[in-house]
């Protein structure tokens, strides 16, 4: 299982960027995805998740509204739309699945919020 992001950046308070978690060594599309984030000094916390099939999604209280995650089944790829960023937003970024019970994480995309 290879899990690789890509997409973070430097952006201003009020920017956008989107993320993108590219999937191979399992069937993707079968399994769910989860994006989390850490700053520093801070724990890993859970951002964002999407279901298999893309029906279903779920996002962490501050984020909600200003971010939204999908998945593209063909491409085996799975999006963190980010927009209104705030300095708050400031983490390295990890997608993350669990097929048959394992966890696998990405090697993370750092996002700076700043002017």
């Known amino acids: 299982v290879q899990l690789v992001e890509s997409g973070g950046g430097l952006v201003q308070p009020g920017g956008s960027l989107r993320l993108s978690c590219a999937a191979s060594?399992?069937?993707?599309?079968?399994?769910?995805m989860k994006w989390y984030r850490q700053a520093p000094g801070k724990e890993r916390e859970f951002v964002a998740s999407?279901?298999?099939?893309?029906?279903?999604?779920n996002y962490l209280d501050s984020v909600k509204g200003r971010f939204t995650i999908s998945r593209d089944n063909v491409r085996n790829t799975v999006y963190l739309q980010m927009n209104n960023l705030k300095p708050e937003d400031t983490a390295v970024y990890y997608c993350k699945t669990t097929p048959n019970g394992r966890a696998y994480w990405g090697q993370g995309t750092q996002v700076t919020v700043s002017s």
């Open positions: 999407i279901n298999s099939d893309g029906s279903i999604t």
């Open positions: 060594g399992f069937t993707f599309s079968s399994y769910g």
